[in-house]
């Protein structure tokens, strides 16, 4: 190839990105997002530059979440007014967010972008990640004490949310049967796309956000969550596919896999409580939380915060905290086939009943 | 499951509308490499990754969703769920 920035494929990177790509969809089809932040280090790994691995992985990622919307759409999970909206406000976070980036990168270099990701990714994901495992928890517990589905309960944010009425700003939305002004979906927005920009995984701020500060039932926001990507996804491929930087055979390939995954996961969805939803997303943010702790020494060391460490325990590290985030996505793979083939045991055994 | 028609021949229709278009994007991948390349003093080009996109979105979504249907993994009927 005459251009380095673009590798040339063969069978061994073909497959591995088709496999992650399957495993995210899937993911991506139950909780709205997933899978961007293995497929950037796979694509990494495999020899892709750093900015066409984040651009083909953003091509790939608005095509899917268009198609995972659909079909979620069709089974009444999707609020597109809220969707576009926050979208639209994501799209900014998520400009915004690069610029912060850059700022960072200028100022501190790479390094310093490292460790700023790796801050926010331990904040974020500790902070909510166990909220939402705890949450799942509860319901769980409910669940199996009261015999039935823990009832979808509007946390005591979401009703004043709901409850303040700003004129000129109010909406109504589905999900939340309520009307709600948009200058509190505002910073919503832009935080997911702030977060995207940083983590590549912007739904793990914008799926709680809906349920606990608007006041969404998990499979709606999960759903919702789609939408946001999509809108999010088309703003930055234009913006990197300017720049000539989408490799649209790599973006197709990662499409070809995660298609086929996103439409178990959106099936899925139709067979799980709340409770599942939550327990998912919960569980992969706290594991994802985890594989930070392996690169973090690395970025101490290079920053001369710590002694030095040698290059080849930097990269056994890192090696690590890649395998990680794969375990991560795969135990959200395992719990959403194993969630969906009971539910499909049970639906059968109901209708033979 | 069973009760249900499987959609044995969109399945096979869209999947291989989807291979066709996959060998194609294959067959000519120094052509969209030379593409991306040129987008810096073409602007307009910026329209091919986003637009081909879409087209396989198309295809490959409705096959892969046919395809699974074919397999017996359907969504449970609304109001069912959550048992």
């Given at each position: 190839?005459?251009?380095?920035?673009?590798?040339?494929l063969?069978?061994?990177n073909?497959?591995?990105?088709f496999v992650?790509?399957?495993?995210?969809?899937?993911?991506?089809?139950?909780?709205?997002?997933?899978?961007?932040?293995?497929?950037?280090?796979?694509?990494?790994?495999l020899?892709?530059p750093?900015?066409?691995?984040?651009?083909?992985?953003?091509?790939?990622?608005?095509p899917?979440?268009?198609?995972?919307a659909?079909?979620?759409?069709?089974?009444?999970q999707?609020?597109?007014?809220?969707g576009?909206?926050?979208?639209?406000?994501?799209e900014?976070g998520?400009i915004h967010?690069?610029?912060?980036m850059?700022?960072?990168?200028?100022e501190?270099?790479?390094?310093?972008?490292?460790?700023?990701?790796?801050?926010?990714?331990?904040?974020?994901?500790?902070?909510?990640?166990?909220?939402?495992?705890?949450?799942?928890?509860r319901?769980?517990?409910?669940?199996?004490?009261?015999?039935?589905?823990a009832?979808?309960e509007?946390?005591?944010l979401?009703?004043?949310?709901q409850?303040?009425?700003?004129?000129?700003?109010?909406?109504?939305?589905?999900?939340?049967?309520?009307?709600?002004?948009?200058?509190?979906?505002?910073p919503?927005g832009?935080?997911?796309?702030?977060?995207?920009?940083t983590?590549?995984?912007g739904?793990?701020?914008?799926?709680?956000?809906?349920?606990?500060?608007?006041?969404?039932?998990a499979?709606?926001?999960?759903?919702?969550?789609?939408?946001?990507?999509?809108?999010?996804?088309?703003?930055?491929?234009i913006?990197?596919?300017?720049?000539?930087?989408?490799?649209?055979?790599?973006a197709?390939?990662i499409?070809?896999?995660?298609?086929?995954?996103?439409?178990?996961?959106?099936?899925?969805?139709t067979?799980v409580?709340d409770?599942v939803?939550k327990?998912?997303?919960?569980?992969?943010?706290?594991?994802?939380?985890?594989?930070?702790?392996?690169?973090?020494?690395?970025y101490?060391?290079?920053?001369?915060?710590?002694?030095?460490?040698?290059k080849?325990?930097?990269d056994?590290?890192?090696?690590?905290?890649?395998?990680?985030l794969?375990?991560?996505l795969t135990?959200?793979g395992?719990?959403?086939?194993?969630?969906?083939i009971?539910?499909?045991?049970a639906?059968?055994?109901?209708?033979?009943? | 499951?069973?009760q249900?028609?499987?959609p044995?021949?969109a399945?096979?229709l869209?999947?291989t509308?989807s291979?066709v278009l996959?060998?194609?994007?294959?067959?000519?991948s120094?052509l969209?490499?030379?593409?991306?390349?040129?987008?810096k003093?073409?602007?307009?080009l910026?329209?091919?990754?986003?637009?081909?996109?879409?087209?396989?979105?198309y295809?490959?979504?409705?096959?892969?969703?046919h395809?699974w249907e074919?397999m017996?993994l359907?969504a449970?009927?609304s109001?069912d769920?959550?048992?």
């Amino acid at each position: 190839m005459e251009n380095s920035l673009f590798i040339d494929l063969n069978l061994y990177n073909t497959l591995a990105l088709f496999v992650v790509g399957f495993i995210g969809g899937m993911v991506s089809g139950f909780i709205g997002s997933g899978g961007a932040f293995v497929l950037t280090p796979a694509m990494m790994t495999l020899g892709v530059p750093g900015i066409v691995a984040v651009a083909s992985n953003i091509c790939h990622k608005f095509p899917k979440s268009l198609v995972g919307a659909m079909k979620r759409h069709k089974y009444g999970q999707v609020d597109v007014k809220l969707g576009i909206i926050m979208g639209i406000f994501a799209e900014l976070g998520v400009i915004h967010g690069k610029h912060v980036m850059t700022d960072i990168k200028t100022e501190y270099g790479d390094v310093g972008t490292s460790l700023y990701v790796s801050v926010v990714f331990v904040i974020v994901l500790a902070v909510v990640g166990s909220f939402v495992l705890r949450d799942a928890v509860r319901m769980f517990r409910q669940e199996k004490t009261g015999g039935m589905e823990a009832p979808h309960e509007v946390t005591k944010l979401a009703r004043w949310v709901q409850s303040i009425h700003i004129p000129g700003t109010m909406m109504y939305f589905d999900s939340l049967k309520a009307r709600v002004s948009v200058l509190f979906i505002v910073p919503l927005g832009f935080a997911t796309g702030m977060l995207a920009a940083t983590i590549a995984v912007g739904g793990f701020v914008g799926v709680p956000a809906m349920i606990y500060v608007l006041g969404a039932p998990a499979l709606m926001a999960s759903a919702t969550e789609l939408v946001i990507a999509f809108v999010m996804g088309v703003g930055g491929t234009i913006l990197y596919s300017l720049d000539g930087v989408v490799d649209i055979r790599l973006a197709m390939i990662i499409l070809a896999g995660s298609l086929f995954g996103i439409q178990i996961g959106a099936i899925g969805t139709t067979y799980v409580r709340d409770s599942v939803v939550k327990f998912v997303m919960g569980l992969i943010m706290v594991i994802v939380l985890f594989s930070r702790f392996f690169y973090i020494p690395g970025y101490l060391s290079k920053l001369g915060l710590i002694a030095p460490m040698e290059k080849y325990t930097i990269d056994t590290l890192n090696l690590l905290g890649d395998g990680t985030l794969m375990v991560a996505l795969t135990t959200g793979g395992v719990t959403i086939i194993v969630s969906l083939i009971k539910g499909m045991a049970a639906h059968r055994l109901a209708q033979k009943a | 499951m069973s009760q249900h028609k499987r959609p044995i021949t969109a399945t096979l229709l869209y999947g291989t509308a989807s291979i066709v278009l996959y060998i194609l994007l294959l067959q000519n991948s120094d052509l969209f490499v030379e593409w991306a390349q040129k987008t810096k003093e073409q602007k307009s080009l910026f329209l091919i990754p986003v637009a081909v996109a879409f087209v396989f979105s198309y295809f490959h979504g409705a096959f892969t969703s046919h395809f699974w249907e074919s397999m017996g993994l359907r969504a449970a009927k609304s109001g069912d769920k959550k048992k």
